[in-house]
């Protein structure tokens, strides 16, 4: 993965217990925040469901609403926070999130619950394209979209959720950089939460930081930077995982931390020995 981001490529835990094939995410306490990252900027009237958290620097010129606590930069529960994307991301190493879909959105497109989508390099989304998630009529399955470069969403895109999915199981992985631009097409609606590898930003819409830009279903995690451009809704992650419980490691899951750490290391050595 580009960056050494092993960490946030598979930032969220994947168990397959014996009786079943379910993903299962786990944000740890990071699911109580709304807005996450090294740095948050934001610039609209934002609302942000949930708290805001940053390692190095919080500014806000909106002024924003957050229904939680906007913990100052570096603030002890905040970072504890940011660490439990990384130990996700570690679990993740363990099991290794196989993908068993390709992700693109040149055209319209259907996931299916319990899936794995992936799609390697950079993507842009088109004018128009639609997304839909079929949660098969079981409204706990997750859709997990991994993409390995920088994801841009260039104009109008919708979300169809269908037969009981729900954008608080739905989990984009970004490598790189993650961009909602609005332009003259009107406010966009993002279903599902975004963990990118370096930074996210929404851009204004038409008329400047003062109209709404966009809602994310969701939460936004970033290693870096969130900029909010442009009036912003972010809605927050569920804080259970999938299926209505909390977000416990299934049993035999402190082994697979073992072997996660293995992984770890091991990449890390063997990108060391290809830079060399």
């Known amino acids: ?62 002024p924003w609403v957050v229904t939680g606590t906007v913990y100052p930069a570096g603030d002890p529960i905040a970072m504890a926070a940011y660490g439990a994307i990384f130990n996700a991301g570690v679990f993740a190493e363990a099991e290794g999130l196989t993908p068993t879909g390709l992700f693109t959105t040149d055209t319209s497109q259907t996931f299916l619950g319990n899936t794995v989508y ?24 997750v859709f997990i ?25 739905i989990i984009w992985i970004v490598g790189t950089d993650a961009t909602i631009s609005v332009g003259s097409s009107g406010p966009i609606t993002f279903d599902g939460s975004i963990l990118a590898g370096d930074t996210f930003t929404m851009s204004a819409a038409t008329g400047g930081s003062g109209v709404l830009a966009g809602t994310i279903n969701g939460c936004v995690f970033t290693e870096n930077a969130n900029t909010l451009a442009g009036q912003t809704d972010v809605n927050g992650c569920a804080a259970t995982t999938a299926g209505g419980t909390t977000g416990v490691p299934e049993p035999g899951t402190v082994p697979l931390l073992c072997v996660g750490l293995f992984a770890l290391i091991s990449y890390r050595w063997q990108s060391r020995r290809r830079a060399a």
Request: proline share 2%; charged share 5%.
């Open 118 to 141: 992936a799609s390697s390099g950079d993507i842009s989304s088109t004018t128009g394209t639609n997304l839909t998630f079929n949660a098969q009529n079981d409204p706990t399955e």
């Open 1 to 62: 993965m580009r960056q050494g981001l092993i960490w946030l490529v598979l930032a969220v835990m994947s168990v397959a217990p014996a009786f079943g094939s379910s993903i299962i995410v786990n944000l740890g306490s990071a699911s109580s925040f709304g807005l996450l990252g090294g740095t948050i900027s934001n610039t609209g009237i934002s609302q942000v469901t949930g708290n805001v958290g940053a390692t190095t620097t919080i500014t806000d010129s909106g």
């Open 145 to 169: 979209i991994q993409i390995d470069g920088a994801l841009t969403v260039n104009g109008a895109m919708t979300f169809t959720l269908l037969n009981g999915a729900q954008a608080d199981n």
